[in-house]
């Protein structure tokens, strides 16, 4: 994960590390370099800017020039930063409601029903009952991809293949759920290759007509400034509540990572890591810095 971002944030830091005496000059070349380290990783133009004047501020502020350890001191002040781009403190997701509804958005491929599995296992295991409704009506695939997903985590799936309205199909399951003494329930949503106007329709339709606690987006990370565009579309239309970035495990470069907090200002609640239902993380900004600079 990250990398290719890693590798290049560590070499911007080597004069700072290396270097006997620091001028003002190797601190405004080492900030430079690490602006170049996040547009090359697919860090939106603007946030990349800001963040790295901020550094730049500080490093003059907190004296890094006569620090004893300026290399040292410089990744702090990095750290502390990337943890605020990525939004500071981790978000938890609402679960109030009898049951709690949860409603997945996200394109066709971004790993929407996997998310959805996974998240379902997350909450069964917090001892939560919980139930998933499959609300894909183009894709019999989809529901029965859910299913194979709800009994590897022993989680009921709820499905009508027959019905093709999405709004009744949500409405019904959660019915459902309360019949059965369910208190989260888990809408998988149908997403489209591209957006398309009347996903966008269907799924405000559904969206207005259960009124979900939490509506998360799910993106695939790997797609970088284009997982940031797709987030605004969505959330322009939705308010979503979160985002859920996905196959982490693949992307080399985290752009999408950190710039979709500023750019959407909605916060990431979780990382999808791999394919197992195991591949499920919360997101904390402050580990996710650790981790980019290794
Ligand atoms: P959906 O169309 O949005 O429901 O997407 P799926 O859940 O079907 O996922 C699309 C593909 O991506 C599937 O082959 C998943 O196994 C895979 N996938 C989902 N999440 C991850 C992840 O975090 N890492 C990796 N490597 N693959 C993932």
């Known amino acids: 994960m990250f990398e290719n971002l890693q590798d290049k944030l560590n070499k911007a830091f080597k ?5 006997g005496r620091i001028t003002e000059i190797n601190v405004a070349a080492t900030v430079k370099e690490v602006r170049r380290a996040l547009t090359d990783a697919d860090v939106n133009y603007k946030v990349a800017k800001d963040i790295t004047d901020r550094i730049r501020d500080k490093a003059l502020d907190r004296k890094v020039l006569i620090s004893v350890e300026p290399g040292q001191l ?6 502390e930063e990337l943890t605020e781009l990525m939004g500071g403190e981790a978000q938890q997701i609402n679960t109030k409601g009898d049951p709690a509804v949860i409603l997945i958005s996200g394109l066709q491929g971004s790993g929407k029903t996997t998310f959805s599995g996974k998240l379902a ?7 939560r009952g919980v139930l998933l409704i499959a609300d894909d009506i183009y894709r019999p695939a989809a ?6 997903l709800g009994e590897q985590v022993g989680v009921d799936v709820y499905s009508e293949p027959d019905n093709k309205d999405a709004v009744s199909i949500a409405r019904n399951g959660i019915d459902h759920a309360r019949k059965t003494g369910k208190k989260i329930v888990i809408v998988d949503t149908a997403g489209r290759l591209a957006v398309d106007e009347a996903m966008m329709q269907e799924i405000e339709a559904v969206k207005k007509a259960i009124n979900p606690a939490e509506t998360l987006f ?7 400034q284009d997982a940031v565009n797709t987030a605004k579309t969505f959330n322009d239309r939705l308010n979503f509540d979160g985002v859920v970035l996905t196959k982490l495990d693949g992307d080399s470069r985290g752009g999408a990572a950190l710039s979709i907090k500023t750019v959407v200002n909605k916060p990431i609640k979780f990382i999808s890591t791999g394919e197992k239902m195991e591949a499920l993380d919360v997101f904390y900004p402050d580990r996710m810095a650790s981790r980019i600079l290794g």
């Open 15 to 19: 004069t700072l590390k290396g270097q």
């Open 74 to 79: 410089f990744v702090k002040i990095v750290q």
């Open 121 to 127: 296992a997350h909450l069964k295991k917090q001892g």
């Open 143 to 148: 529901i029965d991809q859910l299913k194979v």
């Open 218 to 224: 799910v993106v695939d990370s790997m797609t970088g």
